[in-house]
């Protein structure tokens, strides 16, 4: 049955592996990111909380498109198990400390998939990879200049409203 199903696609055993697995990254960033919703929303940081929620939603869309994609493929697309994450932050700025980290993450693991797709001359795997480069360069950025704000502005004059220029703001220079 197994071999069977194997026939009925090009997409190898490692990349349906790795893609089914950059599903769940996906899928556990989008709970990360509506934690740290969550967070901010009981403590008063609407702005925040409102791109937080936004980057989770984002989250499992990109979830979502490698998920169609092993579908239409013919390839086996799995329903990944979400482990529990923390809820809880020391403060606003471990909020964007964690968002960045996390997207630092999701890079390592996307250009590692690239590397399976180049191994086993996947190119379609790896054209579909190449929308995640794009993706996790501005988000990196974006995360980062947040993060900055916190270097460069005191931390009593830190409010929701000057994070959420940056939210917004920042976005323009990858059109
Ligand atoms: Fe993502
Ligand atoms: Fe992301």
């Known amino acids: ?48 909380a409102g791109f937080f929620y936004k980057q989770s939603e984002e989250e499992r869309n990109h979830g979502m498109k490698i998920f169609h994609y092993l579908c239409d493929q013919g390839a086996t697309a799995y329903s990944p198990e979400v482990p529990a994450v923390s809820q809880e932050f020391d403060s606003f700025r471990s909020v964007f400390e964690a968002a960045l980290e996390q997207e630092i993450a999701v890079t390592d693991s996307i250009n590692r998939i690239i590397g399976i797709c180049r191994r086993e001359s996947d190119f379609a795997s790896e054209e579909l990879m190449k929308w995640y480069v794009k993706e996790q360069m501005e ?24 994070v959420e220029v940056h939210h917004t703001g920042s976005r323009s220079s990858f059109g």
């Open 1 to 48: 049955m197994k071999d069977l199903a194997r026939l009925r696609t090009s997409i190898k055993e490692s990349v349906e592996l790795a893609l089914n697995q950059q599903i769940q990254m996906e899928m556990i960033s989008s709970s990360k990111y509506l934690a740290m919703a969550g967070w901010c929303d009981r403590n008063g940081l609407d702005y925040s």
């Open 139 to 162: 988000e990196e950025y974006i995360a980062r200049r947040c993060l900055d704000l916190f270097d460069q502005i005191p931390a009593d004059q830190i409010t929701d409203g000057i």
